[in-house]
């Protein structure tokens, strides 16, 4: 889930071509790219998957399949086939291992269902990794509600976690975390989903309505509690990208260089071996010695790990749980 870390961040050739049917086929950019553009896909459709969960989904833009991940949240897994992070995220929420992958299924279903109609993505084609044959970007998701991520943990099926980006329309990336983690505690507060599920109220509905966020590209954001008009998704200059010599899938993968790897979000424990290199002063070699030295009993050990001194440990440890 966190980003890769280097100087310019590697674009594989899928991506690369990716990018280049996206950008002819269903994107409308700005006339000058740039760190802060976003490529805006609309009339997407959900594609029926079994890897599809709360959080990461199969989406077909025209005639091509791409596979995105939701910024800012987590949505428990739906099997046992990573039972680290199925430890985590049922620690988290106070709820049993089986009661997660409960929750996370229903997490499925839930995004599921508001992607029966055709939806829009925000994306900046940034690498999420994954296991799947098809690389993984991360996206922000525009249902007729408003932004998927905000409806997941209003109603209890996700937590806030992830990795973080400035949405479409907004001058920080901590105003939509810092609203996101007023929906989580409503969520916590009213027992709805994971908080509620030994309750069984799992699929209980949040007692108080919310606003969902619906982010534009042209710098307006707008909340709303009613179904957004398909009219608001509008890109800034409806021209044709072949008349835009001046931008290129390469030139936006270069932006990826300016965003961060998120402090205090890395497990320890889980954080697989591209996870831990998205850490400032940690390479493949110190990655393979963290993983062999698990487990710990927190990131406070990684001083135990051979090679990581003092100068070290404190360069790395504000990027671990």
């Known amino acids: ?50 890897a599809n969960d709360g959080d990461s989904f199969h989406v077909s833009v025209g005639p091509k399949e791409y596979l995105f991940r939701l910024y800012f949240v987590d949505a428990p897994e739906t099997d046992e086939m990573t039972p680290r992070r199925l430890v985590a995220q049922a620690k988290y929420f106070g709820i049993t291992v089986p009661q997660a992958i409960e929750v996370g299924r229903r997490a499925k279903e839930f995004v599921d269902e508001k992607l029966a109609t055709p939806f829009t993505i925000f994306t900046h084609m940034s690498d999420a990794m994954g296991q799947s044959r098809l690389e993984r970007f991360y996206a922000f998701v525009q249902t007729k509600d408003g932004d998927l991520g905000e409806q997941l943990v209003r109603n209890g099926l996700a937590r806030v976690y992830g990795f973080k980006a400035t949405p479409p329309g907004l001058k920080s990336s901590r105003i939509e975390f810092d609203k996101l983690q007023q929906y989580e505690n409503k969520a916590r507060q009213e027992t709805v989903g994971a908080w509620g599920v030994s309750a069984g109220r799992l699929n209980a509905h949040p007692q108080t309505p919310s606003a969902f966020s619906s982010f534009v590209a042209d710098g307006k954001s707008r909340s709303r509690s009613t179904p957004a008009d398909s009219s608001a998704f509008v890109s800034p200059i409806p021209q044709p990208v072949a008349s835009r010599p001046n931008s290129s899938p390469v030139g936006m993968s270069r932006s990826h260089a300016k965003e ?62």
């Open 1 to 50: 889930m966190i980003f890769r870390f280097s100087i310019f961040s590697r674009v594989s050739v899928s991506a690369l071509i990716g990018v280049a049917v996206l950008w002819a086929a269903a994107v409308n950019v700005p006339a000058q790219g740039g760190a802060k553009d976003w490529i805006v896909l609309k009339d997407c459709r959900v594609i029926a998957n079994p």
């Open 260 to 321: 961060k790897t998120p402090l205090g979000e890395i497990d320890i424990n889980t954080a697989t071996e591209k996870e831990l290199t998205t850490v400032p002063g940690i390479g493949h070699v110190m990655a393979a010695r963290i993983i062999s030295a698990r487990p710990f009993r927190s990131a406070d050990d990684l001083k135990k790990v051979s090679g990581i001194g003092d100068k070290k440990y404190a360069q790395i440890r504000p990027y671990f749980q």
